[in-house]
């Protein structure tokens, strides 16, 4: 397992690195003065001079990624004082180091991103498991049309119904909120409530198909229909073989989907006004703050990458194949 590990985290700070470098070529390349747009509008020559200099703008391309690269190893200095290390540089709008800025966001995406999970595993596995229980019967039925039913709406279009009934309209809740759990845990969960509810019944119908096809699938395996055939109990033989032989696809899919609820933080965050990674994301283009949408990249690339060594870790231990592989 160890040597399974060390393979997967060399890859990922190699994938990192190409990440890192094709990101900055990309934005550094572009034929755009950075310093202009940091200084703003009436800015003067010797001013827009300095802050080339502070910004190291004045270098060639390929110290300047050298740079950029070592600072978020070690560290780098600017005029503002010393960005310790991971530096992904300074923004130009507000002036604050692009690592505490989305220091600063993330806790409220990574609720919204767990919080969902939780909720849409738990009623989502559970579902399908039942499904697949009761398969053919009427449980079986409602609980498959329900599903497909529901995974046909969208965050923005499901999200906005919630919003007009139960709080614009009869004023049951309130507007979406993020309290830090540290602060107040009751007054985070429900001000999270909402969002968490819409992504719970988008996202439950579809771990719902998804278990219940799984556990079908497993169910008519060889060594399933073996223990039946030992007389062993029907429920014991459901959890113990079935249920674990089933995981694999479903891991596969919460990688997936996490992946996709931290991409889709600008939608689920613009749908109820919460200021999160997605919103900085948002906020950076607009403004045309360059460090600080390529730092936003470089950290959703980065935690993506993180997700796919833990999925690959799931991996080994539900199949021990998969890290002799």
């Known amino acids: ?17 190409l990440i890192g470098a094709f990101t900055f070529f990309l934005f550094y390349t572009i034929p755009q003065d950075f310093a202009a747009l940091s200084c703003g509008k009436n800015c003067s020559p010797e001013n827009l001079a300095v802050i080339r200099e502070n910004l190291g703008l004045d270098k060639p391309i390929t110290t300047q990624f050298w740079t950029f690269m070592l600072g978020i190893v070690a560290g780098r200095d600017f005029a503002q004082g010393h ?17 505490d800025s ?17 909720i849409f595993l738990v009623l ?34 499901l999200g906005a119904i919630v919003l ?6 009869t004023g049951w809740m309130e507007n979406p909120s993020y309290t830090p759990f540290s602060e107040d845990p009751l007054a985070w969960a429900t001000g999270l409530l909402i969002p968490w509810a819409v992504m719970a019944t988008i996202f439950t119908a579809q771990y719902t198909r998804m278990a219940r096809s799984t556990m079908i699938e497993q169910l008519q395996e060889e060594h399933v229909r073996t223990a039946r055939a030992k007389g062993m109990p029907q429920k014991y033989v459901f959890f113990r073989y079935a249920w674990r032989g089933s995981l694999t696809p479903i891991v596969t899919i919460i990688g997936m989907d996490l992946s996709a609820l931290l991409a889709g933080a600008v939608v689920t965050e613009q749908t109820f ?21 390529m730092g936003v990249m470089l950290f959703g690339a980065f935690f993506i990458l993180i997700l796919n060594v833990i999925v690959d870790l799931a991996y080994a231990y539900i199949d021990p194949r998969v890290r002799l592989a």
């Open 164 to 169: 007009g009934i139960m709080v614009y309209s």
């Open 83 to 99: 960005c310790a290390a991971p530096c992904l540089g300074l923004s130009f709008d507000s002036g604050d180091f692009v690592w």
């Open 273 to 293: 006004d919460l200021a999160g990674i997605g919103r900085l994301a948002v906020d950076a283009s607009v403004s045309k703050d360059l460090p600080l949408t």
């Open 102 to 118: 989305i220091v600063d966001r993330f806790p409220l995406t990574l609720s919204l991103t767990v919080g969902g999970l939780v």
């Open 1 to 17: 397992m160890l040597q399974f590990l060390i393979r997967r985290l060399t890859g990922a700070v190699v994938i990192m690195f």
């Open 124 to 157: 989502g596995l559970g579902s399908g498991m039942l499904a697949a229980w009761k398969r053919g019967t009427k449980v079986d039925k409602f609980v498959s049309g329900a599903s497909m039913v529901l995974s046909s709406f969208q965050i923005y279009f």
